[in-house]
């Protein structure tokens, strides 16, 4: 009878086994398909404008030109984030030196100076300065104790700077904050020109 009993009870720790694996092999299928779409081009990581935006008219209904589009010339070279101060507008820029995408964004009330920058801390959902909600914050540097960075509000809004606040945030849209977040990990290269 003992004999019995130990053996159901080997049968029952090789199942057990068994199921074990399989449930690691499926988390370990699902963490790979997870990497495998990380690493395939999506719409957040193309060329294309996001929607509203480069593809369509601006706020007083024109068109951009390839001009106000065009990557600005000596803003580096290789995998980058390119942010004109003038022409309220990100590039995120791939190895090769080709923008992948381009978006106009709402500057902060406080401006980085020109120069070469790094991603220092990221946050995916937090309070702004301004006190609404932000998600995909990418900050890169600091003016007189102002924290500068990327965020995309979570209710979509790109308000106008209120210069009578310091604020730190340059505001895009949702999908354009998703985008930037993929391509900005900490200790990428933020080039901020006039």
Known sequence: ?????????????????????????????????????????????????SPGDDGGDDAKGHAPSKKETALPPRSGEGLRVVYALERQRVWLVGKDGKATRTFEVAPSSVSPRPGTYEVTSRSSHVKGSDGVPVENVVRFASVDGVTIGFSAALDGSTPDPDTSRKTGGIREKRADGEALWLHAPIGTRVVVVS
């Open 1 to 49: 009878m003992a004999r019995s009993s130990g053996g159901s009870a080997g049968v029952v720790v090789a199942g057990l086994t068994a199921a074990a694996l399989a449930v690691i092999g499926f988390f370990a299928y699902q963490a790979s398909a997870a990497q495998d779409r990380a690493e395939r081009p999506s719409a957040a990581k193309t060329a294309k404008p």
